[in-house]
């Protein structure tokens, strides 16, 4: 059976009915009590909106960069409280979501960008030796899984010189499931536990010197003569500059609302694995795992041994609305349990002990994008698609460098000089995301082919090749 025609079952919501509705990383003895709320105007030299992994790695960078500077952190809920607690963990190398998304857009710059994004990777593992931060960091890579017979040619198509080809036996020598028709191992990805990433960084811009406040909601940034102000709940902040980190979420300019969206993502969590049951799957190299399909499934093993398994549906609500209420989604959560015994039959007695969502900042082109505003006073990234874990440390890198005015090698690339095509206003948004929502699933079921709306979507720069 193929995962597009899998119906969830009886045994889906028996593995489901005991798990807890939240991110299995927040249930960590490490999560640190939060920090003070803002009370009062303030200063700063640079204030960071958004408490994620951008807004950490843009304080920690800045002050690398420039020590003494006075940065302060303004987080609406919590640090790690979105995405960056929310993820699978997979921190990779691409900076462009993929070797055939990057290819099909700045096929001039991939060499330079396949340098910058494993650089980066390096980089993130010195950080988190410097400063002791125990992330879980594993340098595993990342195994993307064939399971449709058109998929094969296609993760061919997709392979670089450090990647490794693996037929159907050789998958299966590795991780064993009678999905795998085909693989493709890159080098170029290491796994990390995604809160512990967040705190640490916290941690270190505190010993670094960065305010950090936190349950301070951000309403406005605007201009105020040779600065900036931001305006929160807790008072308001006047600084020389501003990087705005709220990816998702509604962003503070008005210019950048047209170029993302938030599409909601889900996860399981099982229990530990016995040792029967970890000998019964392989995995020896706890490898990052995917399939390759357009709705893809993303997989990996925990420290004590747990499968997380995530993915597949992309849920975009009418009018791009956030609520509390479609952080879950109990359709989803089934036909991932589903996809997860087929995947793993030999695990059908492991029940799930978390389910949870969250928040994925989409843009047309499935990596991130830049700008400026106000006069230059006031810098941005967002557009990361479900890649940020290590990107936005890059990212980090290029706000800075443009909040600086200064040319460097991540400013020079085409892919930080340019914008993605933006998603039109509603009320036109909604059925043009669901018409293409159809699309990719259809051309799942359909050998790979894509219809007249995913070719139209190819030819304005705006489909999906990831």
Not at 74 to 86: K, L, Q, T
Not at 301 to 322: C, E, F, K, N
Not at 408 to 436: D, N
Request: glycine content about 10%; proline content about 6%.
């Amino acid at each position: 059976m193929r995962y597009v025609d899998a119906v969830p079952s009886a045994w889906a919501r028996r593995a489901l009915a005991g798990s807890a509705p939240r991110p299995f990383w927040w249930d960590d003895a490490a999560r640190p009590e939060p920090c003070p709320r803002l009370d009062g105007p303030t200063t700063a030299d640079l204030v960071v909106v958004g408490g994620g992994y951008l807004g950490l790695w843009t304080a920690l960078r800045a002050t690398e960069r420039e020590p003494g500077r006075d940065v302060l952190v303004v987080e609406g809920r919590r640090v790690a409280w979105a995405a960056s607690g929310r993820n699978g963990g997979f921190c990779s190398a691409s900076l462009t979501h993929g070797e055939a998304n990057g290819r099909s857009r700045f096929a001039e710059e991939m060499d330079l960008l396949h340098r910058l994004g494993r650089e980066n990777l390096d980089a993130i593992e010195d950080t988190l030796a410097r400063y002791g931060i125990d992330a879980g960091f594993e340098r595993t890579g990342e195994l993307t899984v064939a399971t449709e017979p058109h998929q094969v040619g296609e993760l061919a198509a997709a392979a670089t010189a450090r990647d490794v080809l693996l037929d159907g036996a050789q998958v299966r020598a590795r991780v064993e499931t009678p999905m795998a028709l085909a693989g493709l191992w890159s080098p170029d990805t290491a796994l990390v536990h995604p809160t512990r990433l967040a705190w640490g960084l916290r941690r270190a811009c505190l010993d670094r010197g960065v305010r950090i406040v936190e349950r301070t909601p951000a309403r406005e940034v605007r201009h105020d003569g040779t600065g900036v102000v931001v305006r929160t709940d807790g008072g308001d902040v006047r600084a020389r500059h501003a990087a705005l980190a709220t990816n998702a979420f509604p962003p503070l300019l008005r210019r950048v609302r047209a170029f993302v969206v938030p599409v909601h993502d889900h996860a399981l969590m099982t229990r530990p694995l016995t040792p029967a049951e970890r000998r019964a799957i392989g995995w020896a190299g706890r490898e990052g795992l995917a399939d390759a399909g357009n709705q893809f499934h993303y997989a990996r093993l925990t420290d004590d041994d747990r499968v997380l398994w995530g993915g597949y549906d992309a849920l975009y609500y009418p009018g791009g609305r956030i609520r509390p209420e479609h952080e879950h989604n109990d359709a989803t959560y089934e036909r991932l349990a589903e996809h997860f015994r087929m995947t793993f039959p030999q695990l059908e007695d492991v029940a799930f002990t978390h389910r949870w969502g969250g928040l994925i900042d989409t843009c047309s082109r499935f990596m991130p994008f830049f700008g400026t505003a106000h006069a230059g006073r006031v810098g941005y990234a967002a557009g990361f698609t479900g890649l940020g874990v290590a990107s936005t440390r890059f990212a980090a890198d290029v706000v800075l460098d443009l909040l600086a005015g200064e040319e460097t090698e991540r400013t020079a690339l085409r892919m930080v000089r340019s914008l993605p095509v933006p998603f039109p206003p509603e009320p036109l948004a909604t059925p043009a995301i669901g018409l293409t929502r159809w699309s990719i699933a259809r051309a799942d079921r359909d050998g790979g082919r894509r219809n007249a709306w995913l070719r139209l979507l190819d030819a304005v720069g705006a489909g999906f090749d990831s």
